[in-house]
């Protein structure tokens, strides 16, 4: 099965922000669906110094070729110096689940008036 489709964990350190961010990557069409999982506790070092914070993580499913836009998008919106962007292949999975998440990522055409 080709890679067509990943998953792109980032995290966020407020619920309510990571719901924005979540409707704003379905309006724009940059993902089928965003899982919020939280409050989790994040562990890191940042800066040479150790952090302990209360974090949300988006599991943002997508296909390979919104990916590009979605973590130009997370760059220029996230509130951290240096967001988790990661993206995580889909190998496999349901026929019609994969083929849910191609047609929800694909952009909305506008018939002409």
């Known amino acids: 099965m080709s890679e067509s489709h990943c998953v792109v964990l980032t995290t966020i350190n ?26 989790t506790r ?5 800066e040479g110094n150790l952090h302990k914070e209360r974090e949300w993580q988006c599991w943002i499913k997508t296909s390979t070729d919104r ?21 995580l292949p889909i190998v496999g999975g349901s026929a019609d689940y994969l083929s849910w998440l191609t047609k929800e990522t694909r952009p909305v055409s506008v018939d002409p008036v």
């Open 14 to 39: 407020d619920a309510d922000e990571a719901e924005i961010l979540a409707r704003m990557l379905l309006d724009e069409r940059l993902a089928a669906c965003v899982q919020i999982v939280g409050p």
């Open 42 to 46: 994040s562990i890191f070092l940042w």
């Open 67 to 87: 990916l590009d836009a979605l973590i130009e998008h997370l760059k220029k919106t996230h509130d951290y110096d240096e967001p988790e962007i990661i993206a």
